[in-house]
């Protein structure tokens, strides 16, 4: 079966400390994988996308994220922490031979001032 | 978790009909729901925030009398295509949170084919 795995509920990290908040996935094929920050009462918004090329995607508000194939991760990373980051973060995952996208069950970001 | 229930998870459709698209939350109520819409290999889209009891909220390019939303009960909102045409063929999919500063839930989505 598909699925996205984040196995963090919850990531506490200080402000200008680098953060990381972990996704691994298993999608049948080649998998197209993206990472989604969600804040307050409002819906997704997009922040990176990885369908193929460099295994380094580099997103909006500074964020990268690392796909590595052999250990099926897709990790959001970003080198300081700013307060403004802490929100609630969504992997998903799809294959290019399907359509269906799958979340993962998120991970609230909190960063310390 | 909560569960948010989205149907139907497939539909396929003649050009010029409409389709409904239902998205319910199981076990919790949901004030707000979203609606998405996504391409191949595309980020999802934010289609329209819904609100329970009042008008939806379309975002800028969105045309509200094409996609429809009914917010009529804490538990259920609804999507109409109107009129489809082929290139409303997309993946659809909803979301919904238990509370403002709680975790989003998403249906399974709806793959929508106008022929």
């Known amino acids: 079966a598909q699925s996205v795995a984040q196995p963090e509920d919850q990531v506490n990290v200080a402000e200008g400390n680098p953060l990381t908040v972990k996704c691994t996935y298993s999608?049948?094929?080649?998998?197209?994988l993206f990472w989604y920050v969600q804040y307050p009462n409002r819906g997704l918004q997009f922040l990176l996308k990885?369908?193929?090329?460099?295994?380094l995607v580099k997103g909006s508000y500074g964020f990268e994220a690392e796909f590595n194939k052999s250990q099926t991760s897709f990790h959001l990373k970003k080198p300081s922490a700013l307060v403004s980051d802490s929100a609630l973060y969504f992997c998903?995952?799809?294959?290019?031979?399907?359509?269906?996208?799958?979340f993962g069950a998120g991970t609230r970001l909190f960063v310390k001032a | 978790g909560a569960v948010v229930s989205q149907h139907p998870s497939r539909v396929i459709c003649k050009s010029g009909t409409s389709v409904k698209i239902e998205c319910r939350s199981l076990?919790?109520?949901?004030?707000?729901m979203f609606w998405y819409r996504q391409f191949p290999k595309q980020s999802l889209m934010l289609m329209a925030t819904?609100?329970?009891?009042?008008?939806?909220?379309?975002e800028q390019g969105v045309e509200k009398d094409k996609f429809l939303i009914n917010h009529a009960s804490l538990t259920l909102s609804t999507l109409t295509v109107t009129s489809a045409h082929p290139e409303d063929s997309s993946f659809y999919i909803c979301?919904?949170?238990?509370?403002?500063?709680?975790?989003?839930?998403f249906g399974s989505g709806t793959q929508l084919s106008v022929l």
């Open positions: 999608v049948s094929g080649n998998p197209y």
């Open positions: 990885y369908i193929t090329g460099d295994n």
């Open positions: 076990d919790f109520q949901a004030t707000t």
């Open positions: 979301s919904a949170h238990t509370g403002v500063n709680e975790k989003l839930f």
């Open positions: 819904s609100n329970e009891g009042s008008k939806a909220t379309y």
């Open positions: 998903a995952a799809g294959n290019t031979g399907g359509f269906k996208t799958i």
